[in-house]
């Protein structure tokens, strides 16, 4: 085992890609590698950190989240430059560094995602209709495919928002970003979700209940089907939550 696999060794209540995220992190706010800096390759990542491809896909895509780095296209992941007076609120920097505030963040989207499926079933046009249950079956092929879909996730609500008509519903999930979908924020805060796969295959047969609301056009149904889906989340992830304590 070589230096760098011994410091992402397994430690209580810390699993490795929380490790493989927290050592990136440090390089990143330590002016060890500066904005515009591109990245190590994934395949040089993997041989530094000793892990597995996942384990450093789903790191960089925590980082993306939080906006400390960024993908392009045909040229690799670029160090961004850290937000500024955006570090002191958690909700506005990404850092959600508790796990009470990541099921505080489920209570606020309930608070705006039911009347969005509740509005997305009355006006939803049927290009909207069909993007939504596109973004299903996107789910769909990731949980088959093993992946635990969070950006999947996050495209599908954003589908039903786009769906309302009102643009704010939209630049409130993109402003809130993939910091909606609790399962990658517990990976940052060290919680070891231990069946993801079966996790998200609960998860997503609620979906199925929000996407035939809105085809059906049925206001009331959409509305308590997305109320189910982020309460029942809730309540899901506290439970794990307090289990892995």
């Known amino acids: 085992m070589n230096k760098h696999q011994e410091n992402v060794t397994r430690r209580p209540g810390q699993n490795l890609t ?8 440090k390089k990143i706010e330590e002016n060890h590698m500066q904005p515009g800096e591109r990245l190590p390759t994934e395949k ?6 000793g892990v597995s491809r996942t384990v ?3 790191a ?28 002191r609120i958690p909700l506005l920097s990404g850092k959600l560094e508790k796990v009470s505030e990541i099921l505080e963040v489920l209570e606020l989207r309930a608070a705006v995602e039911i009347e969005s499926a ?8 049927f290009g909207q209709e069909a993007k939504i249950k596109e973004a299903y079956d996107d789910i769909s092929a990731a949980i088959e495919s093993g992946d635990i879909a969070e950006d999947q996730d ?17 630049e409130f999930l993109e402003f809130l970003g993939k910091r909606t979908i609790p399962r990658s924020q517990l990976l940052r805060v060290g919680i070891d ?22 085809s059906n056009q049925d206001v ?26």
């Not at 040089?44 to 950190?49: S, V």
């Not at 509740?118 to 046009?125: N, P």
């Not at 309540?235 to 939550?241: G, K, T």
């Open 18 to 25: 929380s490790q493989v995220i927290a050592a990136l992190r």
């Open 44 to 49: 040089a990542l993997i041989d530094e950190f």
């Open 56 to 58: 450093i896909r789903e």
């Open 60 to 87: 960089i895509s925590s980082l993306r989240a939080d906006g400390l780095v960024e993908p392009r296209q045909g040229a690799g992941v670029f160090v961004r430059t850290p937000p500024g007076d955006k570090k």
């Open 118 to 125: 509740g509005l997305a079933a009355e006006r939803r046009s």
């Open 154 to 170: 996050y495209r599908f609500h954003l589908a039903i928002a786009e769906a309302t008509g009102n643009r704010f519903f939209v």
């Open 193 to 214: 979700l231990k069946d993801r796969v079966s996790l998200v295959r609960a998860v997503h047969r609620e979906h199925l209940d929000i996407v035939r609301a809105i």
């Open 220 to 245: 009331s149904v959409a509305r308590d089907a997305m109320r189910n889906h982020l309460v029942g989340s809730r309540e899901r992830y506290r439970a794990i939550i307090y289990k892995e304590l």
